[in-house]
């Protein structure tokens, strides 16, 4: 007949066991940063930003952080595990603003010769006026810029990201392009975890 375990030994096991666990949920190893920024001076970018945000929160374990392009700091950029970039379309291109955070990429932040942001996820939006007016163009030109530092890019939303248009028939965002953006925060995040997940075995 086999001895009991004394209670005591269950006990110490236990307690042994929790500090690993607690280490793990406290320093954030199981959860993924997404970082969401944008430049935006109608409001549309920033209200697609909120939305593609709330789809990344709504993936268990993800730490967002919004902010405009302006504000982003290099922390910011390399403690991220993806990176949510939009824009408005400005003569069928991205806008000034978004353009000088990618520059400030080595510029202000050095990502070179470490290639810094590789293997990072990253993915686009972009707003604009009308139906054809540059949104996909915008898009490709930060998913470019994204692929230029040896990033992942995805899509989500859309062929290339989510997108709105903000003028003639479709004034302001509404709720199917709300959605969409939902959709390429959730999908990001989704793709992130995995990424991180794969790079720990």
């Given at each position: 007949m086999a001895r009991p375990v004394p209670w005591l030994v269950i006990l110490c096991a236990g307690a042994f066991a929790l500090p690993a666990a607690s280490s793990l949920a406290a320093d954030g190893a199981d959860s993924v940063a997404v970082l969401v920024t944008y430049h935006s001076?109608?409001?549309?970018?920033e209200k697609m930003a909120r939305?593609?945000?709330?789809?990344a929160k709504a993936v268990p374990g993800a730490r967002v952080l919004l902010k405009r392009?302006?504000?982003?700091?290099?922390n910011d950029l390399f403690s991220s595990d993806a990176l949510i970039v939009g824009s408005p379309v400005y003569w069928s291109n991205m806008s000034g603003e978004v353009k000088?955070?990618?520059d400030n990429w080595q510029l202000k932040f050095g990502v070179f010769?470490?290639?810094k942001m590789r293997n990072k996820v990253g993915a686009a939006f972009a707003t604009g006026g009308q139906v054809s007016g540059g949104k996909e163009v915008t898009m490709l030109t930060?998913?470019?810029?994204?692929?230029g530092n040896q990033m992942i890019v995805v899509s989500g939303g859309?062929?290339?990201?989510a997108s709105a248009t903000t003028e003639g028939d479709s004034p302001g965002i509404d709720d199917k392009e709300l959605a969409?953006?939902?959709?390429?925060?959730?999908?990001?995040?989704?793709?992130?975890?995995?990424v991180k997940r794969g790079a720990r075995k």
């Open positions: 001076l109608s409001g549309n970018t939305a593609v945000a709330e789809g392009v302006g504000d982003v700091t290099g000088t955070f990618f010769p470490e290639f930060i998913l470019a810029a994204m692929l859309g062929a290339f990201g969409e953006a939902r959709d390429l925060g959730r999908r990001v995040m989704e793709v992130a975890v995995l």
